[in-house]
């Protein structure tokens, strides 16, 4: 298992309503083969920015898998209008 | 509850001896009052890096509660030797 961390910047004050829509977007996500689990954050000193913890089965799930599968074109469709910036994503080893 | 999320970059070469030393310093931190859990993370793109995940029961467990005690400085004590930057430290509301 490995965690992927997305880093989302939000178009100011558009925050709440990103959230919205990624409730019903993430299941584009979870239907994806290899997805374990996500999770979603909001950025105490940072309120603009959302963050997903997204637990995948391997690296390959996410970086081939996903993002070369037309799940990712609908997932990135759903959610890049409200992007300030490209997201900040990396993968981690659960130790 | 929140979470805080702490990156440490360590000192090139010595993450691996940094983590066998957060294994025994990471008790100063789960006796701490308010603290929930704490997953350890090793990057896949930046292997120098750990990134602590730690759940609190509020913010001002982790920023008055912990910091504020000892305990906080014998946390620092044990983990700073390894720093090759000031840890980069921030927090979030699950969603």
Known sequence: MIMETAYITVSPGRADEF???LRGALDIVREAEGFIDVH???GIERPDVVMLA????SL???TVGFRE???FTAWR??????FA???EVE?????
């Open 19 to 21: 959230e919205e829509v």
């Open 40 to 42: 979603v954050h909001r």
């Open 54 to 57: 997204i637990a995948w089965e």
């Open 60 to 62: 390959e799930a996410h």
């Open 69 to 71: 599968s037309s799940r």
């Open 77 to 82: 469709t759903a959610i890049s209008p409200f």
């Open 85 to 87: 910036a490209p997201p």
């Open 91 to 95: 993968h981690w080893i659960l130790r």
